[in-house]
């Protein structure tokens, strides 16, 4: 039998992750580190790379989520910022729009219900103070209107008799009173997200915390690590806070 030299620092997932779990879902049972033949298995370092496990200096899953959620901040403060009338088509684009697919027969298909963008079903244009909306398919205009109106208080008209499938969606003027309630809505929903990234922070800030008392990281790598994690707040709030307050600047100066 060949000799087979022991590498420090190979080893399985150690049994106390699975009772000190950070802020993602570690499995059960992690993968094996090696191969039979002695090679690196890549279900292992996939593994690696989405847990903290007990590195204390990992922020993958940190940063992923609050990715996310800047990212969702940015997209409903664009969707307010439409009620105060401004032209943008991707305003109306975004919007999901609830759809049947299928149809029920005897010994077909059940219809099933499926939200897709409005951008997908239509073309969007701008013109004036309204919106030309050409949908692909006749049958999605109902599913549209209903949508717009719900969602957007505005009324669709179809341009013509002879073409359903084109609609027409006035703009509203704006007034002093809706660019201050919008920028209200505004402020709320940025503040919504401002809190959500701390709630992140301290989930990430509590597996730290699990990492001293088990002792599976050094004192001083988590106090550095703890850090780190209120150097990558601090940036991503003060990104959140120019983002809310040039918006309200935005709505207000419309």
Partial sequence: ????????????????????????????????????????????????????????????????????AVEGCK?????????????????????????????KEDGGKEVKEVKLKLGELAHVAPKGREFILTVNDESFVNNIKNTILSQMSMNPQQVSPSTPNILKVPIPMPTKESRQNTAALVQKAGQKWLDKVQYIRGSHFTHLEKLKKAGTARPDDVKKAEKKLQEKLDKTNKELKQLIEKSKQDVLQS
């Fill in 75 to 103: 997209t409903e403060i664009q969707h307010l910022k439409s009620f105060s009338g401004r032209v943008d088509p991707s305003v109306i684009e975004n919007l999901l729009v609830t759809i049947s697919h299928g149809k």
């Fill in 1 to 68: 039998m060949p000799f087979v030299r022991s590498t420090r620092g190979i080893s399985t997932t150690p049994m106390f992750l699975k009772k000190n779990k950070g802020p993602t879902n570690l499995k059960d049972e992690a993968p094996e580190q090696y191969s039979r033949k002695g090679k690196p298995n890549p279900a292992h370092a996939a593994a690696a790379a989405e847990t903290p496990n007990d590195d204390p200096y990992n922020f993958k899953k940190f940063d992923d989520s609050v990715k996310h």
